[in-house]
């Protein structure tokens, strides 16, 4: 393998999981040119690991916008990434995306070896493939790198570390982030608490199942701040704007909200906080990687499957033992008949004990 393109169309935590496997790939093909695609949303995160010289974006959002628009624009677009990819004479792919799209398209601009999870059948373009009914019972980073291993002979050393995953994060990236903060009355010598009281995009509609209440998050952050000295900064998606204010209007010391931020500037305002505390999510997973502390909550996910990765970086997983949780499997989440009681029961007291803990 000389050219190797991984996909991964997902959100910060997937492509984080994934980035495992880059650095593995890198390991074993020190000499490689690896490409990576991915979505608009971590293009910035995948540009800031050096084990990747090419990044490839696929807009979802625009490319439906397109075949709305008129199949000429589409097919356009699509013919001019294609056309960009082919450049890079990649002769391996490695497909997370779960899909069929990908490798057949690979497989039209000449991709030989094709790589990914047959999923629902959906590998029928992959030359080299491995039976997945859902990511379940161990890590998300370990299972891709049993793929690797089974079809390329690729292994990763120790699963109990992130895989030496490394994002180099820009001088110019931290000096916005300190800006940014100190026009919002958080110094440099100020202490820090991150709060994510979102969960991203991924679970659109049924987000809310996943999020422990912003008052409690509030509460949390107020027994902190005032005792220890410590200062808010609030962190989310554009999309999660209101909810951000609202739990920032609840806590008593001077609280920032940053949110829609590049994801750059996200990293380096996750640098200057001593924790985040957070519901699972691609936050969660980015402050791992950066090596800054987290409590996180998880309710109907499974946080053997999806939880932070590795030991090296300080973190406390916090769930309740509920007999209905981990109800999110196989990619599937069913209605909730117990008011997300995996989530509700858990105290601001057991949050702020692990908190105070780790700080």
Not at 190 to 203: C, L, Q, T
Not at 304 to 319: C, F, M, R, S
Request: proline content about 6%.
């Amino acid at each position: 393998m000389k050219r190797i393109l991984v996909i991964n169309p997902f959100g910060i935590g997937d492509v984080i999981f994934s980035m495992t496997a880059v650095e593995a790939l890198r390991r074993a093909h020190p000499g490689a040119m690896i490409g990576f695609l991915c979505n608009e949303r971590t293009e910035g995160l995948v540009r800031m690991n050096a084990s990747v010289e090419q990044v490839f974006v696929f807009n979802r959002d625009l490319f439906r916008e397109l075949a709305r628009k008129s199949p000429f624009l589409f097919l356009g677009k699509l013919k001019s990434l294609l056309g960009e990819i082919k450049k890079a004479r990649f002769d391996t792919l490695f497909d997370l995306s779960l899909g069929r799209e990908y490798s057949f398209f690979a497989m039209l601009i000449g991709i030989k070896k094709r790589v990914g999870f047959d999923y629902k059948g959906r590998g029928i373009f992959l030359t080299h493939k491995k039976k997945l009914d859902g990511y379940s019972e161990k890590p998300v980073a370990e299972i891709q790198s049993e793929l690797l291993s089974r079809t390329s002979g690729v292994r990763l050393e120790n699963h109990s570390h992130p895989g030496g995953v490394r994002f180099t994060v820009s001088d110019e990236a931290r000096s916005e982030a300190s800006i940014f903060l100190e026009k919002r009355a958080i110094n440099p010598s100020d202490k820090v608490i991150a709060v994510a009281p979102g969960g991203g995009r991924s679970w659109g509609k049924n987000a809310h199942f996943k999020q422990w209440d912003p008052e409690r998050f509030a509460e949390v952050a107020n027994q902190l701040s005032g005792p220890l000295g410590y200062k808010a900064l609030l962190l989310g998606d554009a999309g999660e704007r209101v909810l951000l204010e609202k739990t920032a209007a609840l806590i008593k010391v001077p609280a920032v909200t940053a949110a829609g931020e590049p994801i750059d500037k996200v990293c380096a305002l996750l640098l200057r906080a001593d924790l985040l505390l957070c519901n699972d999510g691609g936050l969660l997973h980015l402050a791992n990687a950066l090596g800054v502390k987290t409590v996180s909550l998880f309710g109907p996910v499974d946080e053997k499957v999806y939880g932070p990765l590795g030991n090296e970086t300080p973190h406390a997983v916090l769930t309740e033992p509920v007999p209905c949780r981990p109800c999110y499997q196989n990619f599937h989440f069913p209605p909730c008949p117990y008011e997300k009681r995996c989530l509700s029961n858990l105290s601001v007291e057991k949050v702020v004990m692990a908190a105070r803990h780790l700080l």
